[in-house]
T-cell receptor, first 115, second 112 residues
Framework: NAGVTQTPKFQVLKTGQSMTLQCAQD?????MSWYRQDPGMGLRLIHY???????DQGEVPNGYNVSRSTTEDFPLRLLSAAPSQTSVYFC??????????????FGPGTRLTVL | QQQVKQSPQSLIVQKGGISIINCAYE??????FPWYQQFPGKGPALLIA?????SEKKEGRFTISFNKSAKQFSLHIMDSQPGDSATYFC???????????FGTGTRLTIIP
């Protein structure tokens, strides 16, 4: 099993550009989520999904879109990048019990810089 | 609103010493408290977790102490080793809540 994979590892964008951060898992997990990690702020939830076709907002959803067309994939879209979105982004997945499960797996992260 | 407050922000401990990281929470509905460990350039990984039906949980050199009345929980790393140098995050949630609330993290450095 590859676990949770994220692409790209690094990305530099100019203000106003759009891009999609990819996340995939091969563990047949129902629950997937996106976090951003900023110094002194910990991990903050952007969006999450409890299954294919179902998504919901987290703590900091503004400026980001998600969709969940398959169990395996959960892409995060930045429609018009802003410098405030410079961060490290982590995708995570867990089994049907969601975050209450002991099995929350994180991907390796995408480091995004917006100039 | 920060529902889980973590301290200290950074910690330096000598090899063989005890590392202690503290967290305090506000929401009395929280009933699941995991700790995550993150090495540089990697994603966080679950280290140990506790539910409030017990006051302590131990796994090897790692122990969670839980004080429900004070709404506090802490991570103790006994006989700290250089390989324990990492960032540690506490977190909290409750059954039926699909969101995990993280603390701000503690960067732990173990020196020889």
């Amino acid at each position: 099993n590859a676990g949770v994979t994220q692409t790209p590892k690094f990305q530099v964008l100019k203000t106003g550009q759009s891009m999609t951060l990819q996340c995939a898992q091969d563990m047949n997990h129902e629950y997937m989520s996106w976090y951003r990690q900023d110094p002194g702020m910990g991990l903050r939830l952007i969006h999450y999904s409890v299954g294919a076709g179902i998504t919901d907002q987290g703590e900091v959803p503004n400026g980001y879109n998600v969709s969940r067309s398959t169990t395996e994939d959960f892409p995060l879209r930045l429609l018009s990048a802003a410098p405030s979105q410079t961060s490290v982004y982590f995708c995570a997945s867990s089994d049907g019990q969601g975050v209450f499960s002991d099995e929350q797996f994180f991907g390796p992260g995408t480091r995004l810089t917006v100039l | 609103q920060q529902q889980v407050k973590q301290s200290p922000q950074s910690l330096i401990v000598q090899k063989g010493g005890i590392s202690i990281i503290n967290c305090a929470y506000e929401n009395t509905a929280f009933d699941y408290f995991p700790w995550y460990q993150q090495f540089p350039g990697k994603g966080p990984a679950l280290l140990i977790a506790i539910r409030p039906d017990v006051s302590e949980k131990k796994e090897g050199r790692f122990t969670i102490s839980f004080n429900k009345s004070a709404k506090q929980f802490s991570l103790h790393i006994m006989d700290s080793q250089p390989g324990d140098s990492a960032t540690y995050f506490c977190a909290a949630t409750y059954f039926g809540n699909e969101k995990l609330t993280f603390g701000t993290g503690t960067r732990l450095t173990i020196i020889p």
